[in-house]
């Protein structure tokens, strides 16, 4: 099975900053690759699929980028709503493995 | 709108079974596959199983291979996730999730609220 890393698993940014998150499979995935928000007491959201296509009402200071085995999630100017742990999660085969997430907070 | 309305979590002694609901309306749910995905109380997300969208194949992670058993009632618009010989380390909110497409290999678009399992003597 395919293992998902990322890194790091927890940063402090402050409001406006760029944000940028590191995903990594151990073997290639091609585009499998989506990305999810979570807020603190809330249900995981859909942000990104196809490693950098935009899902439906995502603020367009989210974007993601990669191919193969190595991604990125940025987060262009951070927002205090962007408050969250975010997880990558590969679906071209089945396990559909997640990331461990990285946990995101204002510094 | 998509909903998904997961029931039958609570408290179930170890070793003990219990059976999980996912209510789907909203969408054409005999043509979507359905996923488990669990997450243990402060932990991430953690895969668990799918099946595709007339049940005919299944796939589950290696943890609760053989335990946990997914299943699907399209004449009710169903979801079940029978839990087996249930451990401690079962305990999380599990969620049933789905894609818009109809497709196997797509991401989650949506999710249900997710109903909590405590495994506790």
């Known amino acids: 099975d395919i293992q998902m890393t990322q890194s790091p698993s927890s940063l402090s940014a402050s409001v406006g900053d760029r944000v940028t998150i590191t995903c990594r499979a151990r073997?290639?995935?091609?585009?499998?690759l989506a990305w999810y928000q979570q807020k603190p007491g809330k249900v995981p959201n859909l942000l990104i699929y196809?490693?950098?296509t935009l899902q439906s009402g995502v603020p367009s200071r989210f974007s993601g980028s990669g191919s193969g085995t190595d991604f990125t999630l940025t987060i262009s100017s951070l927002q205090p709503e962007d408050v969250a742990t975010y997880y990558c999660?590969?679906?071209?085969?089945?396990?559909?493995?997640f990331g461990p997430g990285t946990k995101v907070d204002i510094k | 709108q998509v909903q998904l309305v997961e029931s039958g979590g609570g408290v179930v002694q170890p070793g003990r079974s219990l059976r999980l609901s996912c209510a789907a309306s909203?969408?054409?749910?005999?043509?979507?596959?359905m996923h488990w995905v669990r997450q243990a109380p402060g932990k991430g997300l953690e895969w668990v199983a799918v099946?595709?969208?007339?049940?005919?194949?299944?796939y589950y992670a290696d943890s609760v291979k053989d335990r946990l058993s997914i299943s699907r009632d399209n004449s009710k618009n169903t979801l079940y996730l029978q839990m087996n010989s249930l451990r401690a380390e079962d305990a999380a909110v599990y969620y049933c999730?789905?894609?818009?497409?109809?497709?196997?290999?797509?991401?989650?678009?949506?999710w249900g609220q997710g109903t909590l399992v405590s495994v506790s003597s």
């Open positions: 099946i595709s969208y007339d049940g005919s194949n299944k």
């Open positions: 909203g969408f054409t749910f005999s043509r979507s596959p």
């Open positions: 999730a789905t894609t818009y497409s109809s497709g196997w290999y797509y991401p989650f678009d949506y």
């Open positions: 196809a490693a950098s």
């Open positions: 073997q290639g995935i091609n585009n499998y």
């Open positions: 999660q590969k679906y071209n085969s089945a396990p559909f493995t």
